[in-house]
């Protein structure tokens, strides 16, 4: 399979979820790896709708200690994020973790390694929501979903897969 996207949920007590989102892209590693080691980069991985965007000026070097501050909406209601790059291990991979913003821990690894001649991108989310498990699974989940599924869409066509690797026509899930 080119691309998924799963969630599970932590047996601890403290209501962690994972999010786990692979996609296969027909690029070099240092290629991909570039592309998302420019925190600009970020704007167009995001839907237009949750009207995104980096507080602080530019240009952002990636390294271990940067902090970024975002603003977004989700659902109408502003809000402020700040994210700390905790490990910085190019071309291999990258931690954010939020520092400030709306979920009570948010910690995301991304993964990069050289697979079939291709870059497999894997996102790895902890995460514990506002609200717990019950507002996880009626709002949270079903953003987080369409989010990351826009985010693959636009991977899709920023590298041009065509479904290498015995994937159909339509690498991305869908994202509902």
């Known amino acids: 399979m080119c691309a998924d996207l799963v969630f599970t949920d932590s047996p601890s007590a403290h209501g962690v979820t994972r999010l786990v989102a692979r996609l296969w892209i027909p690029a070099s590693l240092d290629t ?44 109408g209601i502003p809000l402020k994020w700040e994210s700390e790059i905790r490990e910085w291990d190019p071309p291999n991979q990258f931690v954010d973790v939020q520092i400030r913003g709306p979920y009570r821990y948010w910690h995301h690894r991304h993964r990069f390694t050289e697979v079939d001649g291709g870059t497999l991108v894997v996102d790895e989310v902890d995460y514990a929501p506002p609200g717990g498990r019950l507002l996880d699974r009626i709002f949270i989940r079903r953003d987080l979903r369409r989010i990351f599924s826009f985010r693959m869409r636009h991977l899709v066509e920023r590298f041009a897969v065509h479904g290498p690797r015995g994937c159909s026509t339509s690498p991305v899930p869908p994202p509902g």
Do not use: C, D, K
């Open 32 to 75: 991909v790896f570039a592309f998302f080691a420019e925190p600009s980069n970020l704007e167009q991985l995001t839907p237009a709708s949750l009207r995104f965007g980096i507080e602080q000026p530019g240009p952002l070097v990636m390294a271990e200690g940067l902090r970024i501050r975002y603003r977004l909406r989700v659902h």
